[in-house]
C-alpha cells in the first residue's frame, strides 16, 4: 500500500494499482487497516475502523516468500532503487502484519489496544517506542528487527479523542450510561475532562458512581475530571414531549499533553421505539416505510435522515 501525497490512499498489489481517492488529514492521526485476499483479490480499506474503500485488486497474486520489507519508502527496483524525494513525510506508530484477514469488528476492538504480539495470526508488530537509536524491534516471536534510515526522528507520541457513536436514550425517564473515548499511541493511561454539557433542559450529567447505572455527583461546569477509570458516565434526560438531541464534549490527558481534536456524542432522546432499535441496530426497518427527504443534502435517503425525520416530524 502507497500513500500517495496525502488525498489518495493508492494500494499497489503486484503490478497493479488501484486509487481509492481517499483522504488523509494534514496535522492527524489516522489509523490505516488494509486486508487483501489473494485468492479473489478482493481488498477492503479502513480509515479510523470505518470502511473507506473496497473492490478487487490483483486476484491469484502470491507473494514468494523471503525478501525485505520496507516502510515508508517507495523502492523502484529489488535491492535498491530509493529515491529520498519518495520516502514519507510524517509520523508513524504501532505498525501490525496478519497473515489472516482482520474483521471490521477485530480491527475496531484492537486498534486503540496494545497487543502482546502473541496474538493467532499476528506475524508482525513494531511498536516503534524505542524513543532513540536507529532499531525497532519486534514483538512477535519472529523476531524480524527492523533498522531505521535517513535520519529519522523520535517524538512523544499525542493522545487523541475520538467522536463516540450517537447515543439514544429511549425515553426521558431512563438514565443512561455514555463511555467516553479516547487513545494514545503509547498506550499511556487517559483522563477524560468535560469541556461542553447538555443543556439542562434536554438532561443532566453526572460521575458514574456504580454501574446500573448508578448516579455519583452531579457534573456542572466545564474541565470537571471524569472520576470513572474507564470514562463512563451517567446522562439523565430530561422529561419532553418531544424527540431531542443534547450535545457532550470532552477532551483525554494522558500526564503530558491535552488531546487538541473536538470530541463529542449526539444523544438522541424520546425517539419512536421503532427508529430506535433501527439507530441502534437492534433491527433493520425498510427507509421507504418513512416519509423521508434528503436532510442532509447527501443524496442519500439513510439512518442520518431517519434521525433528522425522528427529531423534527
Known amino acids: 500500500m502507497l500513500l500517495y501525497y496525502s488525498n489518495n490512499v493508492r494500494i499497489y498489489v503486484g503490478n497493479a494499482s488501484v486509487d481509492t481517492g481517499e483522504l488523509l488529514s494534514s496535522d492527524q492521526w489516522h489509523h490505516i487497516a488494509f486486508t487483501w485476499n489473494g485468492v479473489h483479490g478482493r481488498y477492503d ?110 517524538f512523544v507520541s499525542p493522545c487523541m ?48 458512581a456504580a454501574p446500573g447505572p448508578v448516579r455519583g455527583s452531579k457534573i456542572s461546569a466545564v474541565d470537571t475530571q471524569v472520576t470513572d477509570p474507564e470514562m463512563r458516565l451517567v446522562f439523565a434526560p430530561a422529561t419532553h414531549p418531544d424527540a431531542y438531541t443534547a450535545l457532550l464534549r470532552w477532551k483525554v490527558n494522558d500526564a503530558l499533553v491535552d488531546s487538541d481534536n473536538p470530541t463529542s456524542f449526539t444523544i438522541l432522546v424520546n425517539l419512536d421505539k421503532d427508529i430506535l432499535d433501527h439507530i441502534l441496530g437492534r433491527k433493520t426497518l425498510p427507509l421507504a416505510r418513512f416519509d423521508l427527504v434528503d436532510f442532509n443534502g447527501d443524496g442519500v435517503l439513510d439512518v442520518a435522515d431517519l434521525v433528522q425525520y425522528a427529531l423534527f416530524r
Open 161 to 208: 479523542g475520538f467522536d463516540a457513536d450517537v447515543i439514544a436514550a429511549a425515553s426521558g425517564d431512563q438514565d443512561t450510561t455514555l463511555t467516553l473515548t479516547g487513545a494514545d499511541a503509547d498506550w499511556d493511561p487517559l483522563t477524560a475532562f468535560i469541556t461542553e454539557i447538555p443543556d439542562s433542559q434536554y438532561g443532566e450529567l453526572y460521575q458514574l
Open 45 to 154: 480499506l479502513y480509515k479510523d475502523g470505518d470502511l473507506a474503500s473496497t473492490g478487487t485488486i490483483s486476484a491469484g497474486h502470491s507473494f514468494v516468500s523471503g525478501g525485505t520489507l520496507v516502510f515508508a519508502e517507495d523502492q523502484d527496483s529489488v535491492g535498491g532503487g530509493f529515491d529520498p524525494t519518495q520516502a514519507y513525510i510524517g509520523k508513524i506508530d504501532d505498525v501490525r502484519i496478519w497473515n489472516v484477514i482482520r474483521t471490521q469488528n477485530q480491527i475496531q476492538d484492537n486498534m486503540m489496544h496494545e497487543l502482546h504480539g502473541n496474538e493467532p495470526g499476528l506475524v508482525g508488530y513494531w511498536k516503534l517506542d524505542e524513543a532513540q537509536g536507529l532499531i525497532t524491534y519486534d514483538a512477535t516471536s519472529n523476531n524480524k528487527t527492523g533498522t531505521l534510515s535517513g535520519a529519522p526522528s523520535w
